[in-house]
């Protein structure tokens, strides 16, 4: 059974720091991984999205990477922001579903401090 | 573009009372998903849908039921509610089909539905 965990659970840092989210996951036969940032009382905004052939994804200051070998995945937000405080949360597709159907992390909470 | 909207946002039964959460969606997706969030547990999967017509149960569905007689639509109901069943539910959609390109396995979530079962 596939299951993804999400390390550190809360993180809490001064505004300006480059900073990395973390990602495991026990079955390599994935056909993704998204990344998803949720604010308190809100639903899921995908932020990246990575297929299983690709290594990483960059958006504006974030940038994902997956090693699907060692079932690993880091999400590496630069010169964080205020605005940036939220939950984020990985999630894998997994192959030969039938469907695509995601198995979620836990997520990290994250402060940004001014 | 409205994307996924889910209706109510908030509600609060007794235990043994009925309801229906509505998931609507605009972006023609044929794949649609209820999930339930819960501290410390993350999301779940409660019952989806690939098609019109066709449901089909996730890792939690016991005390649930869906319905999908329209594709843009994808309903969740509680016949008995719990206290068990306390808790955020979220609407997802995805697959917009085999066009080239346009399937990228991204799913759009709704923003939540806060249920509370005394």
């Known amino acids: 059974k596939q299951e993804v965990t999400q390390i550190p659970a809360a993180l809490s840092v001064p505004e300006g720091e480059n900073l990395v989210l973390n990602c495991s996951f026990t079955d390599s036969a994935i056909y993704n991984l998204q990344w998803f940032r949720q604010d308190p009382g809100k639903g899921l905004t995908s932020l990246l999205l990575i297929q299983s052939s690709q290594r990483e994804q960059t958006s504006g200051r974030l940038n994902a990477s997956l090693d699907k070998s060692s079932g690993r995945s880091t999400l590496y937000i630069a010169a964080s922001q205020p605005g940036d405080s939220a939950t984020y949360l990985c999630?894998?597709?997994?192959?030969?579903?039938?469907?695509?159907?995601?198995?979620f992390g836990t997520g990290t909470r994250l402060l940004v401090s001014p | 573009n409205a994307g996924v909207t889910q209706t109510p946002k908030f509600r609060v039964l007794k235990t043994g009372q009925s309801m229906t959460l509505l998931c609507a969606q605009d972006?023609?997706?044929?794949?649609m998903y209820w999930y339930r969030q819960d501290p410390g547990m993350g999301l779940r999967l409660i019952h989806y849908?690939?098609?019109?017509?066709?449901?089909a149960k996730g890792e939690v569905p016991d005390g649930y039921n869906v319905s999908r007689l329209k594709k843009q639509n994808f309903l969740l109901g509680l016949e008995s509610a719990a206290p068990s069943q306390t808790s955020v539910y979220f609407c997802?959609?995805?697959?917009?089909?085999?066009?080239?390109?346009?399937?990228?396995?991204?799913?759009?979530f709704g923003e939540g539905s806060r249920l509370t079962v005394l």
């Open positions: 972006m023609n997706h044929e794949y």
């Open positions: 849908s690939v098609g019109e017509g066709t449901t």
């Open positions: 997802a959609s995805s697959y917009p089909g085999d066009s080239p390109g346009a399937n990228t396995g991204e799913l759009f």
């Open positions: 999630a894998v597709q997994e192959m030969n579903t039938g469907f695509q159907k995601l198995v």
